[in-house]
């Protein structure tokens, strides 16, 4: 089984940072993109960003310039940074992976649990 885990999340007033954290352990032959998305209240999940193995990012227009995804890959993990962050940057925000378990079998895609995020003052 392949567990997310992320961490890093709370409260924090408008202009503030955080840095959320995701794991990935388990049976994992390797991990192709990672990502970021999230979901606020009576809103569908959007994508925040994305990250491939070899480091290649790409971020939602609402976040560039604020937040930036990078990732170890010797840690199997995956971190978002968020500056100046905004009221309506509140929502949970959940990790994504997509999983290869075994090297003959597609790779598969896992989230966490999701973290909340809440920007007020």
């Known amino acids: 089984q392949v567990q997310l885990v992320e961490s890093g999340g709370g409260l924090v007033q408008p202009g503030g940072s955080l840095r959320l954290s995701c794991a990935a352990s388990?049976?994992?032959?390797?991990?192709?993109?990672m990502g970021w998305y999230r979901q606020a209240p009576g809103k569908q999940r959007e994508v925040v960003g994305t990250?491939?193995?070899?480091?290649?990012?790409n971020s939602a227009d609402s976040v560039k310039g604020r937040f930036t995804i990078s990732r170890d890959n010797a840690k199997n993990t995956v971190y978002l940074q968020m500056n100046s962050l905004k009221p309506e940057d509140t929502a949970v925000y959940y990790c994504?992976?997509?999983?290869?378990?075994?090297?003959?079998?597609?790779?598969?895609?896992?989230w966490g649990q999701g973290t909340q995020v809440t920007v007020s003052s």
């Open positions: 994504n992976a997509e999983v290869v378990v075994k090297f003959w079998e597609d790779p598969k895609d896992y």
């Open positions: 990250i491939t193995r070899q480091g290649r990012s």
């Open positions: 388990g049976s994992i032959f390797s991990i192709n993109t």
